[in-house]
C-alpha cells in the first residue's frame, strides 16, 4: 500500500472518517518479523492455526484481488467472533463502494478505497441502512422482530 | 398472510434508495458495467437477448391481491403488458428499461415487494410448497421457518459473494412439491417425539451437473436451523471453488468430498458457531408463526361440491386441478396457466387483475405461485367452487391438466434468454397443440414434462418424467429427449434415450413414446412406473422409426 491513499476509516461506534495513512504491512511469507502488523490474501485457505496466530497481531490488511471473491469476508467474521481479534481490520484491494457496509459488518473498521471511488459515496453507502436482519460481528443477537 | 412490519419496510425502502443511487452513478459513469453488474443482479436486474429482465420475489409463493394488481400496474407500465412465473415461484419482467428499475422498485416496495437477491452469487429467495399451511398431507407448517431463514439470509454480509447461487427450499408435507432435492440446500420439516426439526439435504441442483441432495442431517432440531445453516454456508464459502463457474455450485464441493465428509465439515463448524450464536428462541419462532395466521374459516360440514354428480366437466376439472384441504368444506385450487397459444408461466395484466379479483370472490384475498409455474388459490369452499370454476372457464384458466403432459414447466429460452441455444416456447406450444384433447390428455395420466432451451437447465429437465433439452448444432436447433427423472419423494435423474429431433418432431415423438407407454403399461401404473418397470429400450425403439 502506497502512502497518500485515501483510506475511509469506519469507527466500531458508527462515526465515519477520512485519513490519508497507510499503515506498513508485512507479508504473510515472513510472519515471523517483529512486524506487529500483516497482509492477509482473502484467499488463503482457512485455518484454525493461522487463524489462533493472526488473531496475535495488532493489524491485518485483508486483501481482496477480486471484489466477487467472499473469502475475505468469512476470514474477518471468524477473526472477531471465534479467535477475538481486537486490532484493527483493513479491507483492500479490489472492493467496491457498495460492499463497505457488509465489510463492516463482518468487523472490518477501515476500508480502503481505490482511486476513482468517491468518499461522499462511500459515506452514503456505510450509512444508508439503519436495520439488519443478522447480527454483525462481536453483537452477539439481533432481537428478532 | 404475511404483512411488513417497520423494520422490513425501513430496509426495503433502503433499498429502493440505494439502487436509485446506483442507478445514477451507473448513468453518469462513477460506476462502469463491471462494477454495476454484480449490484444489479442482487437486485434482479440481468441483461438478457433484447432488454433487461427484472426478477421480483415472492417470497414462499404468497400474494395478495393488492400485489397481484400491482404486478399487473407494473406490467402495464414498464414492460409490454405481461409477466413470468417462475420455477422458484418468483415473477419476472423481460422489458424492463434501465431508467426506470428504481420507479419499478419503489412501486414494489410500496405493496411490500422487491427484487432483493433474486439473482447473483448470494443466497436467494426461499421457496416453498405452494399448498402450505392448507395441504391435508402437511406435518408442519413450513412456512415460519422459511421466514426465518428469509430474515436471515436477507442482506447477509458475509454470504452476499459465495462461489455461486444459493438456493434454499422447505417442505413440511408428505409429498414434496417444493423439489427440495433439487436445491442447494432441501428442507423437509417433520416432527419427532413431539420436537419439530428437518431432514436437511444438501448438494441438490440441476444445470450441467444435475445431481439430487443427499441427506446430512436426519433431524436438526428446529431451534438450531439458522446456527446449522450458517454453518453450511461458511463450509460452501472458504471451500467451495472458485476457479471454474462450472464447478462452483456447493453440490461440487459435496460430491468431491462426499455427503459424509461434508456433513464432518459442517459439524465442526456448527460446533463453533453454537459458541457464538444463541438460539433461535421459543418467542422468536412463535414471532416467525404469528406471520402465518390462518384465515377467518368458516366451520363448514366435510361434503364436496354438490355439483359433481351432475357436471361430468367440473367434475373433470375438480379432480384434475383441485386438492384436499384440512379444513372440512374447502379445496385447494389450482389455476392452469397452461394452454395452446400461451407460454407456460407467462401471465397478463389482464389475467393478473382477474386472479386479484377471483382471490378477492373466494380465498380471503391471497393467490400463490407454484414452482410448476401455475397459480393455487388455497382457501375456497366447496360450495362456491362450482361458481369459481365458471369464473376461471371465463378466463381460461379452467383447463383440466395439472401435472399431465400439457402442465409443463418451461424456461423462456432463445426467445428471451442470452443463454439460451434454442427456443423452447415454440415447441412447447406444438405439444399443447398437439396434445389439446381433454379426454386423450387425462388418459395418459400423470406426466411430468420438464423442457430446457439449454444445459443450464432452468426448466429442469432432468427430473421431468419426460425431459428435453433444447441444443444448437450448426445454428439448427434440435431437442434431445431423456425420461425417467423426478423431482418428487421418488427423486430421480432422466437418462437420454438417442440423437436429437428437429423442431417439428418433437411433439411427434412424444406421442409415438407416448403410445408405446399405453401399449405395455399395466393397471394403475404411471408413465414414471412403467419407465422404471421396463427400461429405457421399448421407448427408444418406439421413437425412432
Same mark, same amino acid.
Request: hydrophobic fraction near 35%; glycine fraction near 8%; aromatic fraction near 10%.
Given at each position: 500500500?502506497?502512502?497518500? *491513499? *485515501? ?28 512486524? !506487529? ?27 481482496? &484481488? ?25 479491507? *483492500?484491494? !479490489?472492493?467496491?463502494? !457498495? ?14 478505497? &481505490? ?29 428478532? *422482530? | 398472510?404475511?404483512?411488513?412490519? =417497520? ?22 459513469? $462513477? ?44 406490467? =402495464? ?51 416453498? =410448497? ?16 422459511? $421466514? ?10 458475509? #454470504? ?14 408428505? @409429498? ?85 465428509? #461434508? ?12 459458541? @457464538?450464536?444463541?438460539?433461535?428462541? =421459543? ?102 367452487? #362450482? ?50 384433447? @381433454? ?37 439448427? $436447433? ?48 404411471? #408413465? ?18
Amino acid at each position: 500500500m502506497s502512502s497518500g *491513499t *485515501t483510506t475511509v476509516l469506519v469507527r466500531n461506534d458508527g462515526a465515519f472518517g477520512v485519513n490519508a495513512n497507510s499503515v506498513a504491512t508485512s507479508s504473510l511469507s515472513d510472519f515471523e518479523s517483529q512486524e !506487529d502488523s500483516i497482509l492477509l490474501p482473502g484467499e488463503t485457505p482457512y485455518s484454525v492455526e493461522l487463524a489462533e496466530r493472526l488473531s496475535k497481531k495488532n493489524f491485518i490488511a485483508i486483501s481482496f &484481488s477480486k471484489f466477487a471473491d467472499g473469502r475475505g469476508y468469512s476470514w474477518a467474521k471468524n477473526l472477531r467472533d471465534r479467535f477475538g481479534f481486537q486490532g484493527t481490520l483493513r479491507a *483492500t484491494g !479490489d472492493i467496491l463502494v !457498495d460492499q463497505l457496509l457488509y465489510y463492516s459488518r463482518v468487523g472490518f473498521d477501515e476500508l480502503e478505497l &481505490s482511486e476513482g471511488q468517491k468518499v461522499e459515496s462511500a459515506l452514503r453507502a456505510l450509512g444508508r441502512y439503519k436495520e439488519f436482519y443478522q447480527p454483525a460481528a462481536g453483537e452477539t443477537s439481533q432481537e428478532s *422482530t | 398472510m404475511y404483512l411488513y412490519n =417497520d423494520k422490513d419496510k425501513a430496509i426495503v425502502q433502503s433499498r429502493v434508495d440505494e439502487f436509485e443511487d446506483q442507478v445514477a452513478r451507473r448513468m453518469s459513469g $462513477e460506476l462502469s458495467e463491471d462494477m454495476f453488474r454484480p449490484l444489479r443482479l442482487m437486485n434482479g436486474l440481468y441483461l438478457q437477448r433484447h432488454a433487461y429482465m427484472l426478477r421480483v420475489a415472492i417470497p414462499y409463493g404468497l400474494l395478495s391481491s393488492k400485489q397481484v394488481r400491482a404486478l399487473a400496474e407494473i406490467a =402495464d407500465k414498464y414492460d409490454q403488458g405481461y409477466g413470468h412465473i417462475t420455477t422458484r415461484q418468483n415473477i419476472q419482467y423481460n422489458w424492463p428499461k434501465l431508467r426506470d428499475a428504481p420507479a419499478i422498485l419503489q412501486k414494489l416496495a410500496d405493496v411490500e415487494m422487491h427484487a432483493i437477491q433474486t439473482s447473483g452469487n448470494c443466497i436467494r429467495n426461499t421457496t416453498s =410448497d405452494p399448498l402450505a399451511g392448507v395441504a391435508k398431507d402437511e406435518v408442519v407448517d413450513p412456512r415460519p421457518y422459511a $421466514e426465518a431463514l428469509r430474515q436471515w439470509s436477507t442482506f447477509h454480509p458475509e #454470504f452476499a459473494y459465495l462461489p455461486r447461487k444459493f438456493k434454499i427450499a422447505i417442505t413440511g408435507a408428505t @409429498e414434496d412439491r417444493a423439489a427440495i432435492l433439487a436445491h442447494d440446500i432441501g428442507l423437509r420439516v417433520v416432527e419427532k417425539e413431539g420436537q419439530v426439526g428437518f431432514e436437511y439435504y444438501v448438494g441438490g441442483g440441476l444445470g450441467r451437473t444435475p445431481i439430487l441432495g443427499s441427506l446430512i442431517n436426519e433431524f436438526l432440531p428446529a431451534k438450531e436451523l439458522l446456527r446449522y445453516t450458517e454453518a453450511v454456508l461458511r463450509v460452501y464459502n472458504q471451500w467451495g471453488n472458485r476457479e471454474n463457474k462450472y464447478k462452483a455450485r456447493i453440490k461440487i464441493l459435496v460430491r468431491k468430498l462426499g455427503p459424509a465428509e #461434508f456433513g464432518k465439515l459442517v459439524d465442526t463448524e456448527w460446533a463453533e458457531v453454537k459458541n @457464538e450464536r444463541p438460539l433461535l428462541s =421459543d418467542k422468536e419462532i412463535e414471532n416467525f408463526k404469528q406471520y402465518f395466521t390462518e384465515p377467518n374459516y368458516e366451520t363448514l360440514p366435510d361434503v364436496a361440491a354438490k355439483e359433481l354428480s351432475d357436471n361430468k366437466s367440473f367434475a373433470t376439472w375438480y379432480n384434475q386441478n383441485t386438492r384436499p384441504h384440512r379444513k372440512n368444506g374447502y379445496r385447494a385450487v389450482y389455476l392452469s396457466l397452461k394452454r395452446p397459444g400461451q407460454a407456460p408461466g407467462d401471465v397478463t395484466s389482464e389475467q393478473l387483475r382477474n386472479i386479484a379479483d377471483l382471490a378477492d370472490r373466494y380465498s380471503f384475498g391471497e393467490t400463490r405461485t407454484t414452482h410448476e409455474q401455475n397459480l393455487v388459490l388455497a382457501d375456497v369452499k366447496e360450495s362456491e367452487l #362450482f361458481a369459481l370454476w365458471a369464473d376461471l372457464r371465463k378466463y381460461s384458466f379452467a383447463t383440466a391438466n395439472l401435472y399431465t403432459l400439457t402442465d409443463m414447466i418451461c424456461c423462456p429460452g432463445l426467445d428471451y434468454c442470452a443463454l439460451a441455444n434454442a427456443g423452447s416456447i415454440e415447441v412447447a406450444d406444438n405439444i399443447t397443440k398437439h396434445f389439446d384433447d @381433454e379426454e386423450k390428455n387425462l388418459e395418459l395420466g400423470d406426466i411430468h414434462l420438464k423442457m430446457s432451451g439449454c444445459i443450464n437447465a432452468c426448466g429442469h429437465h432432468h427430473v421431468g418424467h419426460i425431459g428435453i433439452l433444447g441444443v444448437n448444432k450448426k445454428g439448427k $436447433e434440435f431437442y434431445q429427449i431423456m425420461l425417467g427423472g423426478s423431482a418428487g419423494n421418488d427423486g430421480s435423474l432422466g437418462e437420454w434415450i438417442g440423437p436429437a429431433f428437429s423442431k417439428d418432431d418433437v411433439h411427434l415423438a412424444l406421442e409415438r413414446i407416448l403410445d408405446r407407454y399405453r401399449e405395455i403399461k399395466e393397471d394403475g401404473e404411471r #408413465f414414471l412406473d412403467t419407465y422404471r418397470r421396463v427400461g429405457r429400450a421399448p421407448f427408444k425403439e418406439a421413437a425412432y422409426v
